[in-house]
C-alpha cells in the first residue's frame, strides 16, 4: 500500500502547517503528482479521506492534478511547470537555475486553510 504512506506524509505536512498557521480546518489541499510515481490518485485519495477522519483534514477537498516536468528550485521548493521539459528552467521565485523533479514523486502544490481570528490577540495591548 504505498498509496497509504504517501497519505500519511501527506496527512502530517499538512498538520504541521496547519500548526504554524493557527488554523481550525484544512479546506483544500492541492497535490502535483509525477506521472510515473506508480501511484493511483483513486486510491490516494480514498487513503487520505481515511485517515483525516478526526483530523484537521476531514472533509477538505483533495485534488490531484497530475504532472511530468515540475521544476524543483533548491531553496524555494517545486513549481508546476508546463513548459518544454527539456528547456532550462528558472526558480519563478527567485530566478535561479531550477532542476527538474523527479516525475516519480509527488508534492503539495497549495493547502486552503481556515484561520479563525483570534480576539484575544486584536484586543491585546501589550
Ligand atoms: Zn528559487
Redesign the pocket.
Known amino acids: 500500500m504505498h498509496e497509504l504512506a504517501t497519505a500519511q506524509d501527506v496527512l502530517s505536512i499538512v498538520q504541521r502547517e496547519a500548526l504554524v498557521y493557527n488554523a481550525v480546518r484544512v479546506k483544500a489541499i492541492r497535490l502535483r503528482m509525477g506521472v510515473h510515481s506508480h501511484l493511483e490518485p483513486r486510491s490516494l485519495s480514498f487513503c487520505l479521506e481515511s485517515i483525516a477522519q478526526d483530523t484537521i483534514l476531514e472533509g477538505a477537498r483533495v485534488e490531484i492534478v497530475p504532472c511530468e516536468a515540475d521544476v524543483e528550485?533548491a531553496?524555494?521548493g517545486r513549481f508546476p511547470y508546463d513548459g518544454d521539459a527539456g528547456a532550462e528552467v528558472r526558480?519563478p521565485?527567485?530566478g535561479?537555475t531550477?532542476k527538474r523533479m523527479p516525475p516519480t514523486e509527488i508534492y503539495i502544490q497549495e493547502i486552503t486553510l481556515d484561520v479563525e481570528d483570534d480576539p484575544i490577540g486584536k484586543e491585546s495591548s501589550v
Do not use: D, L, P, T
Open positions: 528550485c531553496v524555494c526558480c521565485k527567485c535561479e531550477a
